[in-house]
DNA sequence: CCCTTTGCTTGATCCTAATCAACTTAAATT
DNA sequence: AATTTAAGTTGATTAGGATCAAGCAAAGGG
């Protein structure tokens, strides 16, 4: 009822005014403007951004931004919360294959195949900025440094995939939640929160499904953390006491290859 | 010194003139164009890139195209032959991250941090083509059908990467090589080859790497696999005898998840 | 041609993390 | 508050694949 650009979506609950007016903000005023699309542009080429972005009301816990097989329209920009994206299999499991925070672009591997090969699934409170494809692509050619921008996104993406096989081809269990922990680390620090200290928003299941190891697995990994007085765990939230302890585990990969050349 | 445009390179080793004149082509003459940078450009647009494109004399194996921190300057199109992709660890290991048929662009993941995060290494006599990736970017911007071909691409080398996350995460031995065998096959299919009879270009040391597997195992595997009649191996070639057989497998992936809902 | 080197295969043993099972705690529903 | 359900932890056992060890075959080099 507020603004007059109420937007593509129909607007109810309209008395959760504050978080709601907080997810309107204009690419301009975002202060996730150095991690997103308009980096590199001039104040004027963010206004004509911004005039195709769709911000739609928050989504909550188990919301889908899209399913598998879905065609494809629309970039997603997490703005505020989480999201987790997963390869469902037939039989009723998944492969996680991400965890989205804010600034983070979702569906960018939908472009080849003009159809979603994952499903997106809110993880808590969730506000989201979607950008429609084609209307992004007719603006991309007329603005060069928002096409540049876009090739350096999707070339990120895939050299974070790339980081993800190395881990997931050589590390141990340990090496591998060391290494979830320091990312989520290194990325809310990025967006101005506390590198040491946070929730997650996922479970102990979707973290173990993530990395490639059990439930189990992951919990006695958290318990020997703590034991090693590398962290500090209650439940969801966690504090990590020791961030070079944690970065020299990941560095020492004592990949093979050191013996062959001996006798 | 037949041709006049004796491209960039110094053109010594001219007694190999048929290979040499075969990796001449320009893209309006390369069979590749369905697969590479000029699918669905116009003919006029096609000359016009091929003008960037740069074109050298065979490299062999074990040349470089780029080191691990190299400046990124140009993608590189595997033309003829076959690349490897890998992130070498200080300590002299190495992760194997891809290998590369005729038609795939290599570099892709460079973009962002303007420097190659890996290295790639000619397999065997392989010709490539060089494109100068500030021309293209040029390039790209007046040719709209362009930079949505290099959106699709960079999109597809993303879901590529998933479907690999896929296979490392939760896959068994057996399904990551039957799985490779199947990639190999599919992708030399679309190349004109025969799906069923090739060589590995690669060794079974790379094989293993690539797929989060010991040498040992993935020898055992071929053993395996030739004692169950899914394909002959001898040496480097590979005659895949039961494709249905390799598929059921890889299908039925025996996910988790199916005793959940039980007691 | 012999000799070395490199790549591949096969066998034996070990170890990491999965699986199975039981229990605890927290959250949701009534 | 009581009951149910989901999530997480801990212990015992197992299995898949790594590692260790040895031998063989092909390729390369003098």
Same mark, same amino acid.
């Given at each position: 009822?507020?603004?007059?650009?109420?937007?593509?979506?129909?607007?109810?609950?309209?008395?959760?005014?504050?978080?709601?007016?907080?997810?309107?903000?204009?690419?301009?005023?975002?202060? !996730?403007?150095?991690?997103?699309?308009?980096?590199?542009?001039?104040?004027?080429?963010?206004?004509?951004?911004?005039?195709?972005?769709?911000?739609?009301?928050?989504?909550?816990?188990?919301?889908?931004?899209?399913?598998?097989?879905?065609?494809?329209?629309?970039?997603?920009?997490?703005?505020?919360?989480?999201?987790?994206?997963?390869?469902?299999?037939?039989?009723?499991?998944?492969?996680?294959?991400?965890?989205? !925070?804010?600034?983070?672009?979702?569906?960018?591997?939908?472009?080849?195949?003009?159809?979603?090969?994952?499903?997106?699934?809110?993880?808590?409170? &969730?506000?989201?900025?979607?950008?429609?494809?084609?209307?992004?692509?007719?603006?991309?050619? &007329?603005?060069?440094?928002?096409?540049?921008?876009?090739?350096?996104?999707?070339?990120?993406?895939?050299?974070?995939? &790339?980081?993800?096989?190395?881990?997931?081809?050589?590390?141990?269990?340990?090496?591998?939640?060391?290494?979830?922990?320091?990312?989520?680390?290194?990325? !809310?620090?990025?967006?101005?929160?506390?590198?040491?200290?946070?929730?997650?928003?996922?479970?102990?299941?979707?973290?173990?499904?993530? *990395?490639?190891?059990?439930?189990?697995?992951?919990?006695?990994?958290?318990?020997?953390?703590?034991?090693?007085?590398?962290?500090?765990?209650?439940?969801?939230?966690?504090?990590?006491?020791?961030?070079?302890?944690?970065?020299?585990?990941?560095?020492?990969?004592?990949?093979?290859?050191?013996?062959?050349? *001996?006798?």
């Amino acid at each position: 009822m507020a603004g007059m650009k109420s937007s593509s979506l129909s607007a109810m609950h309209e008395n959760k005014v504050i978080s709601f007016e907080a997810i309107r903000i204009a690419c301009r005023n975002c202060n !996730l403007s150095t991690l997103c699309l308009p980096l590199g542009l001039t104040p004027e080429d963010v206004e004509r951004l911004d005039t195709i972005v769709r911000r739609s009301r928050p989504l909550h816990r188990g919301d889908y931004l899209f399913h598998s097989g879905d065609r494809f329209r629309s970039l997603f920009v997490v703005k505020t919360g989480s999201v987790k994206t997963f390869a469902p299999s037939p039989e009723g499991g998944e492969q996680v294959l991400g965890f989205h !925070l804010p600034g983070e672009i979702i569906g960018l591997d939908a472009i080849e195949h003009d159809a979603h090969s994952c499903s997106a699934k809110v993880l808590e409170t &969730t506000a989201i900025c979607e950008v429609p494809f084609s209307r992004f692509e007719e603006l991309s050619v &007329t603005i060069p440094s928002l096409q540049h921008q876009m090739y350096r996104l999707l070339s990120k993406e895939i050299a974070q995939e &790339t980081e993800m096989l190395l881990l997931l081809g050589k590390k141990s269990a340990e090496d591998r939640l060391a290494t979830f922990l320091l990312s989520l680390s290194h990325r !809310l620090q990025k967006r101005g929160l506390s590198p040491t200290d946070f929730y997650l928003s996922m479970s102990r299941h979707e973290i173990g499904n993530y *990395l490639g190891l059990a439930v189990e697995t992951v919990s006695r990994l958290f318990t020997r953390f703590h034991e090693e007085r590398l962290l500090v765990v209650d439940r969801k939230h966690v504090r990590l006491t020791d961030l070079d302890a944690l970065e020299a585990m990941v560095q020492a990969t004592p990949l093979e290859d050191c013996r062959r050349r *001996l006798p």
